[in-house]
């Protein structure tokens, strides 16, 4: 019996640890293909590229943040299957590029806060990052505010900007929280950027190299 009662064990363990490979293995294996559909979709700013076949959504920005040495493709739709994957733009809410593209509200990114968006916890107000745009524009961000609201709040989506959301707290015991982190960015204009890279001393606070 205990023979029996070892060999079971030790196959539910193998079962375990062959899914758990199986899992990161997916896991890389979408980074890398939503990395070729966005480069792809820089060729074709006009297309809707998706990073598998069967997706049910597309690449349509990517972040970059220095300070935290991330480089995030974002995914149109933010669905629970496409957080799995990617920090998702929220539709209903503005689009990306801010008022000099005519938004007037507010582009919100979701993340989940254990995976993608796991940085925000230790992101600072000033902080400076870019998000790319599908038709290669680069555009210039700095954070200009942290807060910790409730899920039911949305009226920060009528001022125009970028918001980046994530659940909250930062490693809860207890899923499905009402509480979430948000994120506050504004773009920068040419003329502040090109200030802040010909002045080193103006970079305090907003710095632009990883930490």
Same mark, same amino acid.
């Given at each position: 019996?205990?023979?029996?009662?070892?060999?079971?064990?030790?196959?539910?363990?193998?079962?375990?640890?062959? @899914?758990?490979?199986?899992?990161?293995?997916?896991?890389?294996?979408?980074?890398?293909?939503?990395?070729?559909?966005?480069?792809?979709?820089?060729?074709?700013?006009?297309?809707?590229?998706?990073?598998?076949?069967?997706?049910?959504?597309?690449?349509?920005?990517?972040?970059?943040?220095?300070? @935290?040495?991330?480089?995030?493709?974002?995914?149109?739709?933010?669905?629970?299957?496409?957080?799995?994957?990617?920090?998702?733009?929220?539709?209903?809410?503005?689009?990306?590029?801010?008022?000099?593209?005519?938004?007037?509200?507010?582009?919100l990114i979701a993340g989940h806060n254990d995976t993608h968006f796991a940085f925000l916890q230790h992101t600072k107000v000033g902080e400076a990052f870019t998000l790319q745009l599908?038709?290669?524009?680069?555009?210039?961000?700095?954070?200009?505010?942290?807060?910790?609201? @409730?899920?039911?709040?949305?009226?920060?989506?009528?001022?125009?900007?970028?918001?980046?959301?994530?659940?909250?707290?930062?490693?809860?015991?207890?899923?499905?929280?009402?509480?979430?982190?948000?994120?506050s960015a504004e773009l920068m204009s040419d003329k502040v950027v090109s200030a802040l890279i010909s002045s080193p001393d103006s970079l305090r606070g907003i710095s632009t190299t990883?930490?």
């Amino acid at each position: 019996m205990k023979k029996w009662l070892s060999a079971g064990l030790l196959i539910a363990g193998l079962g375990l640890f062959g @899914h758990g490979a199986y899992m990161q293995a997916k896991a890389w294996l979408a980074q890398v293909l939503i990395e070729q559909a966005w480069q792809e979709a820089l060729q074709f700013p006009s297309a809707k590229v998706k990073p598998w076949f069967y997706a049910d959504s597309f690449v349509t920005a990517q972040l970059n943040w220095p300070n @935290h040495n991330k480089v995030l493709t974002v995914l149109a739709g933010a669905s629970g299957r496409n957080l799995a994957f990617a920090p998702s733009l929220f539709l209903p809410a503005g689009e990306l590029g801010g008022k000099e593209f005519g938004n007037e509200k507010g582009a919100l990114i979701a993340g989940h806060n254990d995976t993608h968006f796991a940085f925000l916890q230790h992101t600072k107000v000033g902080e400076a990052f870019t998000l790319q745009l599908q038709s290669g524009v680069i555009q210039n961000y700095k954070v200009t505010g942290i807060e910790v609201i @409730h899920q039911s709040q949305n009226t920060f989506l009528q001022t125009p900007g970028l918001y980046l959301l994530t659940c909250y707290p930062f490693d809860s015991l207890t899923a499905g929280t009402d509480l979430r982190l948000l994120v506050s960015a504004e773009l920068m204009s040419d003329k502040v950027v090109s200030a802040l890279i010909s002045s080193p001393d103006s970079l305090r606070g907003i710095s632009t190299t990883s930490s």
